[in-house]
């Protein structure tokens, strides 16, 4: 019986791999409606692990007609770890083809966002540019969690496009949804920390046009930016460029002819002068 958290042993994964053994067999013999039982038995577990390997296993079967048509008849089923493991069948199966496994997933986010999330984190590392496209669309959707899903891994592009990231952030910044407000400050994190020249006139443009959320995201990142470039025990593998452009963009922000910009530059400058008792806050729901 393997756990029924975290990464699985070496023990649990051979067991598995026994039992999907059976199955394929008793698909071999015709016994379709046995092996969907089992299949079904073996994925009732909130172990996400167990999820993700069967997935992956059932795509060895030799017949993948066969299999997909299976698959298919259970991808609405009542339980989460048989749909997540078909998403991840699916995954696994047509790697070859991004758009095909987001148009899967566009149909699947409510129904198994934790996989979801993990399957795009990859996608942004592998199919960045088909990702900037399809993510761009998801940013809209009438629906909040996909919009928050949006953003998952897309921190990845950060350094290598800095000005898709701006119009995302510009675009996006004044959602109302608190989990698109924290996707939005990390983004706005990584960004200024890997491409600071540009970020940082970026922010100082969004800061122009202010109302009380854009001021709590900006205000919440930079304090956070503040104490990474403070922080000793990053100065190690934190960019000297970063530190620097930071410092001084707190210092031309304290003299900023616009009021709020001069204003947050100075409570920087302060929090500077303390940097372990800077309190980043967190971005809630009262910012909605």
Partial sequence: MHKDLGRLALKDIKDNETKINKIFKSITDGKIDSAKKEIVKLLSTPNYYVRELIGKKLVDFPNGDL?????????????????????????????????????????????????VEHILFELWAKHPEIMKKEMTKWTKS??????????????????????????????????????????????????????????????????????????????????????????SKTNKTTKKEFQLLTHQTIKDWKSDPHKEIANLGKKLIEWSKTPDNINQDVIDENMA
């Fill in 67 to 115: 299999m997909d048509q299976i698959i298919l008849d259970m991808l609405g089923h009542k339980i989460y770890g048989v749909r997540a493991a078909i998403i991840f069948y699916y995954y696994l199966k047509y790697n070859h083809d991004p758009e095909k496994i987001i148009t899967l997933l566009n149909m699947s986010w409510e129904d198994t966002p934790w996989e």
């Fill in 142 to 231: 009438q629906f909040e969690k996909q919009r928050a899903l949006a953003y998952h891994g897309m921190e990845q592009v950060t350094e290598k496009d800095p000005y898709y990231i701006f119009e995302i952030i510009k675009n996006n910044i004044d959602d109302v949804y608190n989990e698109v407000q924290k996707k939005i400050s990390i983004l706005l994190f990584n960004v200024a920390l890997n491409r600071p020249i540009e970020s940082y006139p970026f922010i100082r443009q969004l800061l122009l046009n202010l109302n009380e959320r854009r001021l709590k995201i900006i205000t919440f990142t930079m304090k956070k930016l503040l104490k990474h470039s403070l922080n």
